[in-house]
């Protein structure tokens, strides 16, 4: 055994950086083990072809929790979101749709394909806001342990107690959006396939499953909790990439005194008597540590890093079973001019460039995408969402040039995906070049991320964009097991605070708040925790 530290944080996500800051300035000495040589897991920003950098993997902020944003003074070290004036636009063959920039406008482009979804969708839109602010006002409290004691009935009352008064109306949306599929949902509110669509595609983001399975509301839902500048379920482009985040997050780690070793694999989580008591890297080398957070997924720390002999039978079948695999394909790709929309000509900026451009035009459509992918691997008409970083941040790529973000949904995860990575991507390029014929020709250069490249490269099983499932059985009090829903596993010392427990995956910074507010609870009287 080597040095001797407080904490040791196993992975430099975001989530890990948060979780370190929060321990290290209530004063305990604080390491994180990131096994690339960069930290900030799937939120960084990348040079993946000579001169062009992007967003690698995750592209897009919204759900960064505010809190976290002012503790740890990211605005101060550069954090500068831009909001985009339209959120999507969806070219279909012979027309298009737009979705976001006020109320009005929405309901303007909803009428060109049924006058009475345009007249229900502001009521939609104060709906989903109330069931939203729900989801905001837990995202930075611990779920109750069910079974865990006085404390965990208190936490159970005062989460349930707010639920318990909300309006009748707000109770039962409630209800729908984490028992429905998304089709059973958006059905209840609007007629047209193009509207139900619109809104339809943010369920089956990051999620192996189709539109009208049940439970797929709920995804739906995880996407609009968030805000940016101060608006809620708004999406915005972090200047510089998602990297710049998290590089703000590693200042503030370093300014708390926070060590980071990069290119520091830990191999084995080390247990003494029941209890953590260090790592050992994959270099051999041991670290002595009473507390370890885990920042990687339930499905990696507790399927190899832990040894299987430390976990009790019950514990070890339901991480066994822990569903984890999002489907998702992903690409970067630099491009000599932007796309030239057939159904809106022109390769200069304009707003739906701005905009998240998605290929997804009906729920039919997004529903067989999940069976083909079941019955083949993937589906031949895929469902792609694209975003042209460099239309609103031209700090990316070289004058005149641009990049592109494919992020794309449904692709087995169990799929030997050496075999077929290239001709999918080649697919994927094919639908773009579909609805904008310049755009296969305008390509320099690509990256590809398949489900599999996702696990080698960012430690995500299953390539799982969210650390598993979000499900209604794998959410709250449930992830990721109904009984360690506190951030606390069935080891002692060892606990989780990644994007595997509560409120889940997306760039929030919520495990890694709350995970460190129960290990100060563990470790230490609470006035630490309130400690600058
Ligand atoms: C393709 C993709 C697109 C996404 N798009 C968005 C988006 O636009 N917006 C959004 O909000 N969210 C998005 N997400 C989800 C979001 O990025 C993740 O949920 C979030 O970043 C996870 O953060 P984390 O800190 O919990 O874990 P991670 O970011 O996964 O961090 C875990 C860290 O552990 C490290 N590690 C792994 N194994 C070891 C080991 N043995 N030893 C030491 N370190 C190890 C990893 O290298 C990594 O740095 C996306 C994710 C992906 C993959």
Aim: with cysteine; net charge neutral; glycine share 12%.
């Amino acid at each position: 055994m080597t040095k001797r530290y407080d904490a040791l944080i196993i992975g430099g996500g975001h989530n890990g950086l948060v979780c370190a800051f929060y321990l290290a300035r209530a004063g305990l000495k604080v390491r994180v083990l990131e096994r690339r040589g960069v930290v900030g897991g799937a939120a960084v920003t990348e040079e993946f072809a000579p001169g062009f950098r992007n967003s690698t993997a995750s592209y897009t902020v919204s759900l960064l929790r505010p809190k976290v944003i002012a503790d740890m003074k990211l605005h101060a070290r550069g954090y500068r979101v831009i909001e985009r004036t339209i959120s999507n636009f969806f070219p279909y063959p012979d027309t298009y749709l737009t979705l976001g920039g006020g109320v009005e406008r929405t309901q303007a482009q909803f009428a060109r394909f049924s006058k009475k979804d345009a007249a229900a969708y502001p009521a939609y839109d104060a709906a989903l806001e109330k069931v939203a602010q729900v989801l905001r006002d837990i995202a930075l409290k611990t779920p109750p342990n069910l079974g865990g004691g006085v404390h965990a009935l208190l936490a159970a009352a005062q989460q349930g107690w707010p639920i318990g008064r909300l309006e009748r109306s707000v109770q039962r949306d409630l209800l729908d959006i984490f028992t429905k599929s998304a089709r059973d949902f958006l059905s209840g509110w609007f007629e047209d396939d193009h509207v139900q669509a619109a809104f339809g595609f943010d369920a089956v983001v990051g999620n192996y499953a189709g539109v009208s399975t049940p439970g797929s509301a709920y995804v739906l839902l995880h996407h609009v909790f968030g805000e940016v500048n101060g608006k809620f379920g708004a999406w915005g482009h972090a200047v510089g990439g998602m990297g710049a985040i998290t590089q703000a997050m590693a200042a503030a780690c370093l300014e708390q005194g926070v060590e980071i070793s990069l290119e520091a694999a830990v191999a084995k989580v080390l247990v003494d008597g029941g209890k953590a008591a260090g790592v050992r890297l994959a270099s051999g080398e041991e670290i002595a540590a009473k507390i370890v957070a885990a920042n990687v997924g339930p499905a990696l720390l507790y399927r190899q890093l832990v040894d299987q002999a430390d976990m009790d039978d019950d514990f070890r079948k339901r991480i066994a079973g822990y569903k984890t695999g999002s489907g998702t394909f992903r690409m970067n790709v630099a491009l000599s001019e932007l796309p030239d929309f057939t159904v809106l000509p022109g390769t200069q900026t304009a707003e739906h460039h701005t905009a998240g451009i998605i290929i997804a035009p009906g729920m039919d459509y997004m529903d067989q995408a999940y069976i083909d992918a079941q019955q083949f691997g993937w589906s031949r008409k895929p469902i792609v969402e694209m975003k042209l970083p460099t239309t609103v941040d031209d700090s990316l790529a070289p004058p005149g040039m641009h990049i592109a973000s494919l992020f794309c949904q449904q692709f087995d995860p169990k799929l030997d995906w050496d075999l077929h990575r290239e001709a999918v991507a080649n697919l994927i390029v094919e639908t773009v070049t579909d609805h904008a014929p310049n755009f296969k020709a305008s390509i320099v250069a690509r990256q590809i991320h398949s489900p599999l490249d996702l696990e080698r490269k960012f430690g995500l099983i299953g390539g799982d964009i969210f650390h598993g499932h979000m499900g209604l059985d794998q959410l709250w009090a449930a992830r990721p097991v109904l009984g360690h829903g506190d951030y606390r596993g069935p080891i002692k010392g060892l606990y989780m605070c990644g994007s595997g427990t509560h409120p889940g995956g997306g760039v929030t910074g919520a495990p890694g708040h709350n995970a460190a507010h129960e290990i100060l609870r563990d470790s230490g009287p609470m006035r630490r925790w309130r400690r600058r």
